[in-house]
């Protein structure tokens, strides 16, 4: 199998370990970076959401790649191989690995997420995912979405393609600081997500799932502090796409 990284990255912050990273797994990539860097496997676009970057990327990609590795360029990956085993299976389309939040109150929203994710495919995580180059061209251009990740997920499973939620591979990543920065970190996700869901209509249990999903969030407050911060980012995140929310960027004030 012919792998190629794809790497998305706001600015150049973590792109020297980023690249000693794919260097020792011996991997072909290039970073499609918001700042201008003088890398020959760095190429500038000025930041637009990573959806754009995504189909920004992609067309650079070389044709003779048959798995494209789309990877956020602050992460870490641990055991790669893992997640790219499940490609000897022919049938298997796109693998997302887990992700392993390093401090803030994510790591904690997380547990609960991927207790479902191996149940339903609510969501993907967008740290590392592996799909085949084939069919990331079918799904081109992805649309304007704040969720790209899930996006693709949804496309994927419309098309009743296989995908593989892989918890044998990780990548740590830190997200958010505190509780309020949390808050805008989900209302971001949160509006991302129905945005795909209209787009890309998946199959009946996620779509009954993001319908009960406001009417459900209320319950998170028996989790305090925490709870209440997750709760407003769903609420207020459902109420963007209600009012009209279809833009694909986000100014990641969550990261401050």
Known sequence: MKLFFLVLARDRKNIKEKIRELINL????????????????????KPMGKYDAINFGAELVPKEAE????????????????????????KTALVFVKTVVIGGP?????????????????TAGGGLMLIRHNILKEILPIRGCKAEDTYILFELLKRKFHVVFCEECC????????????EDYKRKVVTGIYQALHYAKPPPPIRLFYTLLPFMSPSLLVLGRKGYYWMKGILLGFLDYIRGDRSGFWQPTYME
């Open 26 to 45: 011996r991997a072909p990539y290039l970073i499609v970076c918001g700042e201008p860097l003088n890398h020959p496997n760095v190429v500038h676009r």
């Open 67 to 90: 798995i494209i590795a789309l990877n956020d360029v602050d992460t870490k990956i641990y055991n790669f191989h893992a997640a790219l085993k499940y490609f000897n299976s022919e």
């Open 106 to 122: 994510q790591n904690k929203f997380i547990v609960y997420e991927d207790a479902i994710r191996r149940h339903i495919l609510i």
């Open 171 to 182: 990548v740590e990543q830190k997200i958010t600081k505190s509780e309020k920065k949390e």
